[in-house]
């Protein structure tokens, strides 16, 4: 059992930026794989960012990499997804997910329907 609570969202300008942490209530929360998705209104949850349990390795959507850096403290059961440079387009609700420890193909890592706990989401808003 893993309760994520995610925090951080806000309104910001063009340009700006926000960190958006996940807090995981898991002792052992340096076994899971974790990931940042988004949904806007109307529109497919997408995949934003990734990282491994084991040795952290991350994995970037084309529209995040470069702009956002996604992190882990485990020793604060803590997920962090910074986000600097904001669009308009950024604008949705962000939510964490963690995933049950195994030996994954990278590609599932993009995939929201083979993480198998959510958070409740925070609203981020990027104006123009």
């Known amino acids: 059992q893993v309760e994520l609570v995610e925090s951080g969202g806000g309104l910001v300008q063009t340009g700006g930026s926000l960190r958006l942490s996940c807090a995981a209530s898991a002792r052992t929360f340096s076994i899971y794989a974790m990931g940042w998705f988004r949904q806007a209104p109307g529109k497919e949850r997408e995949f934003v960012a990734a990282i491994e349990s084991s040795n952290e390795h991350t994995y970037y959507a084309a529209s995040a990499k470069g702009r956002f850096t996604i992190s882990r403290d485990n020793l604060k059961n803590t997920m962090y997804l910074q986000m600097n440079s904001l669009k308009p387009e950024d604008t949705a609700v962000y939510s964490c997910?963690?995933?049950?420890?195994?030996?994954?193909?990278?590609?599932?890592?993009?995939?929201?329907?083979?993480?198998?706990?959510w958070g409740q989401g925070t609203q981020v808003t990027v104006s123009s």
């Open positions: 997910a963690a995933r049950n420890p195994g030996i994954y193909q990278e590609i599932s890592y993009t995939i929201a329907r083979y993480y198998d706990y």
